[in-house]
């Protein structure tokens, strides 16, 4: 196998959730453009499957699927509906996630509790129910790769994303936990987490208006100045964060498990 090769996910299928937009569809456009087959889900099904329509139209074998990541029983329906179609499941990546910006004296139970449902819960149920799917003896049965998101702020603080933080923190170790169990109980699967820093996506550019609107910074300008100026590289594109996981879903990853790998411009180097 060449180098390029070790890249390639020709003969994969992978499972990408929160893929309508933002990292996620970034994501499924690099995987089909290495070879595999994508099942994007997201909440909202009608832009999940306009973006499966865009990847299509490029020449991609892209499965759309409407799910809520918290819900346990969707999660094993969209598991057999991608081994139905594809007759196979290799890689999932659980992306789907949400972010509030709030102090913490002021973020309700409510919103605590539904960040850590989305960005935890649907982080665990993703990877309870692959490992069921990929194990030796199971539907699939050949191993595969799990890739968590997390974030940098599941390694360090940050003010007013402190349901964020406690969410990200956790799949940061859940991840750990699970490839530890599936090395040891010999089941093939390997399992790891990418930590970005602030990305130019949706989702980044709220945070840099929650800032403002807790009075963090002055304005939208000197939030991003602010934010760009603690990355030494500058601000994140989705890509960066696409090639990482393109990296831990293909063979030139394959002894790499139970690991945190940070894409954050040197944000906290």
Not at 36 to 58: K, M, N, P, W, Y
Not at 148 to 170: D, P, Q
Not at 235 to 250: I, T
Request: net charge negative.
């Amino acid at each position: 196998m060449n180098s390029l090769e070790k890249f390639s996910l020709e003969g994969k299928v992978a499972l990408i959730t929160g893929a309508r937009r933002g990292l996620g569809a970034v994501i499924a456009e690099t995987f089909v453009g290495a070879g595999a087959s994508v099942v994007i889900t997201d909440i909202d099904g009608e832009d999940c499957e306009a973006q499966a329509q865009r990847l299509r139209e490029q020449g991609g074998a892209v499965l759309s699927m409407q799910q809520d990541v918290t819900d346990e029983s969707r999660w094993g329906e969209v598991i057999d509906k991608t081994i139905d179609e594809f007759g196979g499941y290799d890689i999932l990546v659980n992306n789907a996630g949400i972010e509030d910006i709030g102090l913490f004296e002021n973020t309700s139970l409510e919103i605590f509790q539904k960040t850590m449902d989305i960005n935890a819960t649907g982080t665990f149920l993703g990877i309870k129910h692959s490992i069921r799917a990929m194990k030796p003896g199971a539907r699939a049965g050949n191993g595969g790769s799990i890739i968590n998101l997390s974030s940098v702020a599941g390694m360090i603080g940050f003010t007013g994303l402190g349901a964020y933080c406690g969410a990200k923190g956790a799949v940061r170790l859940m991840t750990k936990a699970a490839a530890k169990e599936c090395g040891d109980l010999g089941y093939g699967i390997r399992v790891n987490s990418i930590h970005p820093g602030v990305i130019l996506t949706e989702m980044g550019s709220n945070l840099l208006k929650g800032y403002v609107r807790l009075d963090l910074t002055d304005n939208m300008e000197t939030s991003e100045e602010m934010f760009a100026e603690r990355h030494p590289l500058g601000l994140g594109k989705p890509e960066n964060v696409a090639d990482l996981a393109l990296f831990l879903a293909s063979p030139a990853s394959r002894w790499t498990t139970g690991a945190e790998h940070i894409v954050d411009g040197g944000l906290i180097a």
